[in-house]
């Protein structure tokens, strides 16, 4: 490997590690991470530890004023194949777009490349090997500053946690809940950056997504309170006449991997995908009228789960005429197919870690 340091320990937890067998989403914490610390101006020692604590002052600036971002990205080994990742450049960059949005440093490509690498590497043992499980890796860096000015930090921690999981969802298909008061992002705002103020404005849409049997929100975007954006922690698509819709980007929508995956492999498969503004109430009549037969959250964590109906939150409630989801079944299947070694995937999407 290359900078990487092991200190002493971290192998051992890893190695004395058993996985339980109910998994579910994000639970599971690995025994050992990656951390790195910025100050004065450069990146310092990328180091594998045990667990533990952070150790950061009440008034570290991440705590007042949200200087954060993430990433969430997998490794795979399904029956004992790779491990593998999966197009993990392209959550480097757009960490670094994150970085740039929220005022942070960039960290490097090739340490955030050697930093997910390494943990499929050293925890390959507790990486699950059942189809659509994982070990969900979530590289993370915060601003450690100790002062309450409101300017970016002079200090920051970069590190990588890594969760054994099951998928975001366990049932088989979800309800979604139209946000049509509330507001995850404006045009100019932070809306693409992947940071944790984007989760935290969708709080409390989600209590009462819950409430109403939802698995997630919809959002709407901020000015016309029409046209859909994304949910809180995946994108939308829906399938309209036999063509796959979804929003296109804007500076409010998290650039999902996921999704611009999705719409490849839809494309090569000869299917025709559109990227436009979609106006919910015209997709409402779609669905009411039959012509929108399908629509899915597609995500890291949620991979593809088949949105069953709309919900308002008056209650009322829209389902889909038929629950077969076959599009978003077959592109989930074809997607975990490639994801997890058993079908060829384009060049540099599926990254092989030589675990031995
Ligand atoms: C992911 O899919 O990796 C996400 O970031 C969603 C997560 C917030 C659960």
Redesign the pocket.
Known sequence: MGRLKVMPGALEKIAECKLPRELN??KIIAPAYIECDYKDGKWGELKLVPYAPLHLGPEAKVFHYGQEI?????AYYTDRQGPFLFRPDQNATRFNLSAQRLGMPEFPIADFLESVTAMAHYCKEIIPTKSGESL?L?PCMIATEESLGIKPGLTYKYFVIASPSGP?FTGDSIKVYIERERARACPGGIGAA?TGGN?AASLVSGKRAQELGCGQTLWLDAVNKRYIEEM???NFMCVIEGIIYTPAMTDTI?D?I?RKSIIQLAQDFGMHVVEDKMDINKLLEQVAQGKCTEAFAC????IITPIRGFVEGNGKELAFKSADSKIAMKLRQELLDRQEGRKTAPANWRVLINAN
């Not at 993430?70 to 997998?74: A, D, N, R």
């Not at 995500?299 to 949620?302: F, I, P, Q, V």
């Open positions: 989403f994000g993430f990433e969430g990205l997998k969900y979530r975001y992947k989760y809180s922690g995946m998290l999902g996921t995500g890291t964590a949620a």
